[in-house]
Nanobody, 125 residues
Framework: QEQLVESGGGSVQAGGSLRLSCVASPYVYGTNCMGWFRQAPGKEREGVASMYVDRGSAYYAASGRGRFTISQDNAKNTVYLQMNSLKAEDTAMYYC??????????????????WGQGTQVTVSS
């Protein structure tokens, strides 16, 4: 059974918007942190945004600061990533992740212990 399922990716022109969704199993959603990472072809996976599920505190890596917003719907065990003013360099596979311990503000991917399969975002210029 999948623990994290992403959706909402697609192709969009530069300047457009997308909203990604991540539905988590109840166990995973209640652990500690939920977050978003991305990996572009030929590049390392990098953090985008995260939040403490219980208090709603959000954190943004450099890649997600300013144009992206993370939010949650506790009734649906869902975390969202609203992406605005998209640029070609935002093209990547976007992954939802969760970590059961540690700080949500730390985006070292090896410290996050649950991962979704990813959803592709392609931005054309």
């Amino acid at each position: 059974q999948e623990q994290l399922v992403e959706s909402g990716g697609g192709s969009v022109q530069a300047g457009g918007s997308l909203r990604l969704s991540c539905v988590a199993s109840p166990y995973v959603y209640g652990t500690n942190c939920m977050g978003w990472f991305r990996q572009a072809p030929g590049k390392e996976r990098e953090g985008v945004a995260s939040m403490y599920v219980d208090r709603g505190s959000a954190y943004y890596a450099a890649s997600g600061r300013g144009r992206f917003t993370i939010s949650q719907d506790n009734a649906k065990n869902t975390v969202y990533l609203q992406m605005n003013s998209l640029k070609a360099e935002d093209t990547a596979m976007y992954y939802c992740a969760a970590r059961s311990e540690g700080s949500c503000a730390i985006f070292r991917d090896y410290e996050w212990n649950y991962w979704g399969q990813g959803t592709q975002v392609t931005v054309s210029s």
